[in-house]
């Protein structure tokens, strides 16, 4: 899987690897970030600056020389688990101060990523993890997803990917949405009734209608609703009825295509 | 004579042409032109208006297979084909990931407007850079049982989708006919 984030958002990509139950690393380049994933989760990342090690040291208030020396331990000991679950395990750090560095490593760079102008990506799976560098912890990526995107303030990389004005559009979940909507998106979602266009809502919000078109991409990103694009003429398109092709016909078709 | 007609959309370079011509008997109806703007940075040529192909068999059967304009528009053209077709087949390049917006637009545009049968072939999976095909079809939002690989350049592949279209065809033909007794 690859591809530029002009093509195609980051946000769509994150959620199509959640989906895929995805395990390996997504790279961004020119930025050298490293996403690890596991099983649809992210679970950690590796990039100048945002290595765990390097979080550590600089936010932690690790020094160095215990830092080396946790890790010849851990490198000693052979340890399957990932480091930070060692560190828990034997050191007794707090998962608090892992929570807070792994929120460092991982969320934060991901939120600010989803607005990154251009980089190229690229989807290697099956890597093995890199245990040294791992918390133990992970995220839902359309947790991530939909915090990172509410924080968002320039969408200018994102415009050409959000959904049109003129468009409206329609339900893609049953029931209630698994995640805590804030108020505008609860009202939008309310909306998706696959005949109201966006422009329209924008106007009885009485809000810019870019304004509109944002919280349905966010809503479209963690797949609550997807755009339908609306005809001029909303009339339903009357198909040929298929009861006009008899059982034997299709059969008959069918065969003698597969002789071509 | 009884004819079956047959839809292939898809997003601007998918190889809907392609896939009409490789099936049809007669020479297609030529309306590919120069692109202009910002389809010829995809592409040299794009369809302006549709793509017609023909496969003829002794004198009771045929199978009419049109092709869309490539650039998204859901104008009267649209209207036209759909209203007169018994299923469609959307195409998706499955090493174009910026088409998968489009794809996903034009597959929503068409769940919504008719129940006609149909399946989403991805193409140029044989490109280097293709993404694999279980997440062409989560980009695309559609059901993995509707979806397939096709290379719009082989007959064998062609035919085989053809195939399998008409299949689907048959099976919601019986499945509406059994429902019917039922009622
Ligand atoms: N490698 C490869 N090339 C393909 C495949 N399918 C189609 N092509 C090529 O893709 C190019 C574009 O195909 P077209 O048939 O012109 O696409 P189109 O969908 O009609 O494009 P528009 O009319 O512009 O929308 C052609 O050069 C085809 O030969 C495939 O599966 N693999
Ligand atoms: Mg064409």
């Known amino acids: 899987m690859q591809g530029r984030l002009s093509e195609i958002p980051l946000a769509e990509v994150l959620k199509l690897l959640g989906q895929g139950q995805a395990t390996g690393v997504l790279e961004l380049q020119p930025m050298r970030y490293q996403l690890w994933w596991q099983a649809g989760k992210m679970v950690g990342a590796l990039a100048p600056g945002f290595s765990l090690h390097q979080l550590m040291m600089s936010q932690g208030g690790v020094s160095a020389s215990v830092l080396q020396v946790a890790m010849r331990a851990y490198v000693v000991a052979g340890s399957k688990s990932p480091f930070g679950v060692w560190l828990v395990e034997r050191y007794g750090w707090q998962w608090r101060e892992l929570q807070w560095l792994f929120h460092q490593q991982v969320v934060r760079p991901v939120c600010r990523l989803l607005g990154a102008a251009e980089a190229r990506f690229e989807f290697r799976p099956r890597q093995a993890l890199p245990l040294a560098h791992l918390t133990g912890l992970s995220a839902e990526p359309l947790e991530v997803l939909l915090a990172g995107l509410r924080a968002l303030r320039d969408w200018r990389v994102l415009f050409d990917q959000l959904p049109e004005p003129a468009s409206a559009l329609v339900s893609r979940y049953q029931g209630r949405p698994p995640y805590r909507l804030n108020h505008q998106e609860w009202h939008l979602w309310e909306y998706a009734d696959g005949e109201t266009s966006l422009a329209s809502i924008a106007q009885a919000w009485q809000v810019e209608v870019l304004t509109v078109q944002q919280v349905a991409f966010r809503l479209m990103s963690v797949g609550l609703v997807a755009e339908l694009p609306l005809l001029a003429t909303a009339k339903q398109l009357g198909a040929a009825s298929a009861s006009e092709l008899t059982g034997d016909f299709l059969e008959s078709l069918a065969q003698s295509l597969q002789q071509l | ?183």
């Open chain 2, 1 to 183: 004579m009884a004819i079956m007609r047959i839809v292939v959309t898809g997003p601007v370079g998918s190889g809907k042409s392609t896939f009409v011509r490789t099936v049809s008997e007669i020479q297609t109806v030529d309306t590919d032109r120069q692109a202009t703007d910002e389809t010829a940075l995809l592409k040299a040529t794009t369809t302006v208006a549709m793509d017609f192909g023909r496969v003829t068999f002794g004198n009771k059967m045929s199978l009419h297979v049109y092709g869309t304009p490539g650039q998204e528009r859901f104008d009267f053209m649209w209207e036209i084909l759909i209203e007169h077709a018994h299923a469609y087949i959307l195409l998706v390049p499955g090493h174009q990931p910026g088409a998968f917006r489009t794809a996903r637009r034009i597959l929503t545009f068409m769940e919504q407007r008719v129940r006609l049968p149909y399946l989403v072939g991805v193409t140029h999976l044989d490109v280097p850079q293709a993404w694999p095909l279980p997440y062409v079809g989560m980009a695309v939002g559609v059901h993995p049982d509707l979806l397939l690989a096709v290379n719009a350049t082989q007959k064998p592949s062609v035919v085989s989708a053809l195939v399998q279209l008409i299949q689907r065809c048959h099976t919601r033909r019986t499945q509406s006919q059994l429902s019917a007794q039922e009622v």
